[in-house]
């Protein structure tokens, strides 16, 4: 079946570097994609959104990159934080809203000091 | 954003008993909730589909006999987990939808069945 994945488990970065997860999705209809944060024993938090029509997509430390040719999605987070660790989830959907999600497998981010 | 609540956050109970997990959107409406499970380390898996007055839609492997769902007004959907099993321990989270796009999330219920 369709699925989204992910290709590190786990990344490390210092603080105040840059992190970049990424995320690969197989079903070519997907047309609307959302990073979630995941902090221990808490649902998902919205971090941002981006639909099939763009390729970048900017929020306030974060950026979301769409490379729909090879199916591929990146979470760039500027500056990292000891706040920003937590498990980093990519979701998609092909019903274009945020109904049906399908989440990759996650990624473990820890900052160092 | 728009808040969803989810209550218990943790519960214990003993194997072969229920338990009942509510889902409140406390600022809008939700005509749509979903609810997922989460086992340590994974990623969210959907089990359902809950539409307001009507009947839930399940996941293929999802008993709806054993996760029965109840969807009785817009802002609440709850989840009850029927003759608990300790496999059946895991981390449950509900989304509503807000508008087209955005689907929030309520903080989680740790359920372990002893």
């Known amino acids: 079946g369709e699925s989204v994945g992910l290709h590190l488990p786990t990344l490390s970065v210092q603080e105040g570097d840059n992190s970049i997860i990424n995320c690969a999705y197989s079903?070519?209809?997907?047309?609307?994609f959302i990073w979630y944060k995941q902090e221990s024993g808490k649902g998902p938090q919205f971090i941002i959104d981006?639909?099939?029509?763009?390729d970048k997509r900017q929020g306030q430390r974060v950026t979301v990159l769409l490379n729909k040719t090879v199916k591929h999605l990146s979470l760039q987070i500027a500056a990292t934080q000891p706040g920003d660790s937590a498990v980093y989830f990519c979701a998609e959907t092909s019903s274009g809203s945020a109904r049906q999600l399908t989440f990759g497998s996650g990624t473990q981010l820890t900052v160092l000091p | 954003g728009a808040v969803v609540s989810q209550h218990p956050s943790r519960v214990i109970c003993k194997s072969g008993t229920s338990v009942k997990i509510e889902c409140r959107s406390l600022d809008f409406q939700a005509t749509t909730m979903f609810w997922y499970r989460q086992f340590p380390k994974q990623s969210l898996m959907l089990m359902a589909t809950?539409?307001?007055?009507?009947?839930?839609?399940?996941e293929q492997g999802v008993e709806k006999d054993k996760f029965l769902i109840n969807h009785a007004s817009l802002t609440l959907s709850t989840l009850t987990v029927t003759s608990a099993h300790p496999e059946d321990s895991s981390f449950y989270i509900c989304?509503?939808?807000?508008?087209?796009?955005?689907?929030?999330f309520g903080q989680g219920t740790r359920l372990t069945v002893v």
């Open positions: 079903n070519s209809a997907s047309d609307y």
């Open positions: 989304s509503g939808n807000h508008g087209v796009t955005e689907a929030f």
């Open positions: 809950s539409n307001e007055g009507s009947k839930a839609t399940y």
């Open positions: 981006i639909r099939s029509n763009m």
